[in-house]
């Protein structure tokens, strides 16, 4: 599925409409949830989509909100820690929320699809992995050849990191570079040399995950076409099965660590609409495919055979081949799928905790 794209945008269309707004992850968007649909609400909807013999496959997805330090671009949900046992505390209770819901779901449902976000799931060290991982394994049936995929920050990740996750049977590995300029990453505080992005790549190659993803973002601080040009080359290098390319959300009125972005630094409409231009056709033109809105794949990637056959599916975890499935999130923050439902955990550890005890 050989694509060349040339990308054109109507001008005047995009001065009208130019404003900041959710990512499309759902429809309605998570700011216009309400408080109306409490807990007991949404115990009620896992037991009624739990009662048929036909209820849908699953897909589990996992939140684990802790960071070593704070990128100053993140809009994510996250705790920056050097406490272990803060992250030991909510692992804990973490397994008291897969106790609770595990409880409701029928055991005969087969989970396609698991994913570990965050924050950083690789700040968990390696025994911390796998303790919750098998925890998990123990209270949900999964299919044999369920997609299980994992966030990961080259800085964080350890020798025996990636042969863990491969052991326990992670299959899928995504990891953020953002962008190779050094000038960019000092902005935002987050240094990552080119050795560590090659070890992942390197490592993970070697250890057989089906599939390698990384994720760029444009339009952050000091990024210029030019400046962009040299990191998609390096990605291309790199050669990722799939990669994601995200536009930042600059909103410092919301995120208040943005507001040590200088303001100055950012680059104005048009040049971030002439690096999504350029992204588009330069990673088509090295053989990638575009999937649609921020992804592309490579041609023997499962997402370019589902777009071609019309089975591609999206839901809060991104693109997948799953349709149907049901999101069970856990963890603070993190956004079920049901049925005829999405609903959010809370925010804080605190409301977490006192939640489930």
Known sequence: MKQNYKVSVDSDLLKKYNQPGPRYTSYPTAPHFHEGFTPEHFLQEIEVTNVSKNAPDLSLYFHFPFCRTLCYFCGCNVIITHNPKRIERYLDYLKKEIDLVSAKINPHRKVVQLHWGGGTPTY????????????????????NDAEISIE????????DHLSTLRRLGFNRVSFGV?????????????????EQNQFVI?????LDFDSVNVDLIYGLPYQTVESYKKTLDRVIELSPDRLAIFNYAHVPWLKKHQQIIPEEAMPDTTERLAILKLVIERLTEAGYVYIGMDHFAKPDDELTKALAE????????????????????????????????????????????????
């Open 152 to 159: 990961i920050d080259p800085r964080t990740i350890k020798n």
């Open 202 to 206: 390197d490592e993970s190659r070697r």
């Open 178 to 194: 953002q962008d190779f300029n050094v000038q960019v990453q000092e902005t935002i505080n987050r240094i990552q040399t080119d």
């Open 310 to 357: 019309k089975t591609l599916y999206r839901n809060f975890q991104g693109y997948s081949t799953r349709a149907g499935a049901e999101v069970y999130a856990m963890g603070i923050t993190a956004i079920s799928q049901l049925d005829y439902v999405y609903a959010q955990n809370v925010k804080t550890t605190k409301e977490y905790e006192t939640m489930l005890d």
């Open 124 to 143: 968990l060290t390696p025994a911390q992995i796998t303790d919750i991982f098998s925890y998990i394994k123990a209270h949900f049936n999964f299919a």
